[in-house]
């Protein structure tokens, strides 16, 4: 999925795309759009993600005004990538605006269009707020 939205996000044109296992918190400020990759473990997010908003939080880093969106693999309730959009709506102050992205298990090729359009439709909403 986060490769589809890569790949998305590149065919808009004039924009640098990271592909990131992990990144730091201090890491999170450098970006104009940060889309989060969340799979569903017990009805949450995982403790990395997690952790990695309260480390920016603790740090005070500021995402306000940065474009956020929410994607991830899940097996029957899918919590997780709606989750990470309430936590950088409401604390973090981002801008959000798409629905969690969901794939049941394994995306199929229509999901990964999805994701495709996904990538493409924040790309290309930055390049036009530039
Ligand atoms: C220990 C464990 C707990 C899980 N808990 C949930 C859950 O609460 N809700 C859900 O929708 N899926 C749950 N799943 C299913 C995973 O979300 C699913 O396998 C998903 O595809 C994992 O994505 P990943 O391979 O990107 O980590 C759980 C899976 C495991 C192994």
């Known amino acids: 999925m986060a490769k589809a939205i890569a790949e998305g996000a590149k065919s808009a044109g004039n924009v640098?795309?990271?592909?990131?296992?992990h990144v730091d918190a201090e890491d999170l400020g450098k970006f104009d759009a940060?889309?989060?990759?969340a799979p569903t473990y017990h009805h949450d997010m995982t403790?990395?993600?997690k952790k990695l908003f309260e480390e920016a939080a603790a740090k005070g880093i500021s995402l306000k005004?940065?474009?956020?969106?929410?994607?991830?693999?899940y097996g029957w309730s899918g919590e997780a990538p709606k989750l990470v959009l309430e936590i950088m709506r409401n604390k973090f102050e981002m801008r959000v605006t798409e629905q969690p992205l969901l794939?049941?298990?394994v995306p199929d090729q229509n999901t990964?269009?999805?994701c495709r359009n996904l990538g493409k439709r924040v790309a290309e909403s930055l390049i036009h707020a530039a």
């Open 47 to 49: 403790m990395d993600t």
């Open 103 to 105: 794939a049941k298990y």
């Open 112 to 114: 990964l269009n999805m």
């Open 16 to 21: 640098e795309v990271e592909l990131n296992y």
């Open 65 to 73: 005004g940065k474009v956020g969106a929410a994607f991830g693999s």
């Open 34 to 37: 940060v889309l989060v990759g």
